[in-house]
């Protein structure tokens, strides 16, 4: 391997670093012998044997960040590390909300660039980044022309976590010194949105609805048959623009990345900028009234129908089987 060293962002989630944190651990570790994480939060520390189960040996913690958001300390505390312990070949950091606001921040305070909406990561002598391009139809190759670090968004879900069986990592105080006048901004309130069943993003089994359900109310229906399998309710982006859903349920280029066991899609039509967020899924099953609908090239179960037909008859034939 001929990466010193690479970096990751290991976001605190909900008892656990993100998925998506654990993915980049998992990349990292295939790039690199030495990789390093770094989290923040009342429970940094606690995050040692998960950071270290999936493959990193330090774990820099920045601490308790108070009320404060993630973007401006931890831009701080990563400048300071790459200024007293020399800059990694890479830094890798989830492409989430927090993710872009770190990455920004670290840009300007190293002045280096970041290279956005990465899927694939390869040595090359050099970290070169894969990033889809026309809705997903492409991919073009990247790669930094000058010193590290280089800073790298990575997608959700672009690579499998998975675990090393490392022991827990070494934690490194990392705290924020110098976090500059933004970061005196504070979260005053914070809402989080109500959710039954598995995230939409961790599901094993994802039902979304779109246009082809005809009317808002009709969305309630996709919900159900997701409640009766324990999956999660995805939706396309027409369905969001159009109110109907709220955008956090949206799968797509511009919404989540998707890779449950079984996708099903009720009236979807399978624009590329939808399938982009779903083609990785095991096994596509599709419902849609029009033969030719693109989706059904992807699908590997399809049924020409109507939604307003099929979906009361499978959740009929779910009750009766539960
Ligand atoms: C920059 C950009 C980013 C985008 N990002 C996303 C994204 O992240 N996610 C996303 O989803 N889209 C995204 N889009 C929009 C995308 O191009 C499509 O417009 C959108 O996915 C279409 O949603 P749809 O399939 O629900 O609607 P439509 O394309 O209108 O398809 C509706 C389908 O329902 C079928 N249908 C109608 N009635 C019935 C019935 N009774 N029973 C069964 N089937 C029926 C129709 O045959 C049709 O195939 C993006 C577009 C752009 C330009």
Redesign the pocket.
């Known amino acids: 391997m001929a990466l010193t060293s690479i970096w990751v962002v290991a976001e605190p989630g909900e008892g656990s670093l993100t998925s998506t944190s654990l993915e980049l651990l998992s990349a990292a570790r295939s790039l690199s012998d030495d990789v390093s994480a770094l989290t923040w939060g009342e429970a940094g520390a606690s995050h040692a044997a998960q950071a270290g189960e999936f493959g990193a040996a330090t774990l820099f913690d920045v601490g308790s960040i108070g009320s404060a958001l993630p973007g401006a300390p931890v831009a701080a505390a990563l400048a300071a590390l790459v200024g007293e312990r020399g800059a990694p070949d890479a830094i890798l950091i989830p492409s989430s909300y927090d993710g872009r606001d770190v990455a920004a921040r670290l840009s300007a305070r190293l002045d280096r660039p970041v290279l956005t909406n990465v899927t694939g990561l390869r040595d090359e002598g050099g970290v070169v980044t894969e990033h889809p391009v026309f809705?997903g139809t492409q991919t073009v190759s990247a790669r930094f022309s000058s010193t590290g670090p280089g800073i790298v968004l990575v997608r959700a879900k672009s690579f499998a976590a998975e675990p090393a069986g490392g022991g827990p990592a070494a934690v490194v105080a990392a705290p924020a010194r110098d976090v500059g006048p933004s970061g005196s901004a504070v979260i005053v309130a914070s809402h989080v949105e109500a959710r039954t069943g598995p995230k939409l993003e961790d599901a094993a089994i994802v039902v979304s609805?779109?246009?082809?359900?005809?009317e808002a109310a009709r969305y309630a229906l996709v919900e159900e048959v997701a409640a009766l399998l324990h999956g999660a309710a995805g939706?396309?982006?027409?369905?969001?623009?159009a109110g109907w859903v709220p955008y956090s349920h949206?799968?797509?280029?511009?919404?989540?990345t998707v890779k449950p066991t079984v996708y099903l899609?009720?009236?979807?039509?399978?624009?590329?900028?939808?399938m982009?967020?779903m083609k990785g899924s095991k096994n596509i099953v599709a419902?849609?009234?029009?033969p030719e609908?693109?989706?059904f090239q992807i699908a590997d179960l399809g049924i020409v129908?109507?939604?307003?037909?099929?979906l009361p008859a499978l959740i009929e034939a779910l009750k009766a089987r539960a």
Do not use: C, E, M, Y
Request: hydrophobic share 35%; aromatic share 2%; charged share 15%.
């Open positions: 809705g609805g779109g246009r082809g359900l005809g939706a396309s982006r027409a369905i969001v623009d949206q799968v797509g280029q511009t919404g989540k899609a009720f009236g979807i039509s399978g624009a590329t900028q939808h982009v967020g419902v849609n009234k029009d609908a693109p989706i129908g109507d939604v307003q037909k099929v």
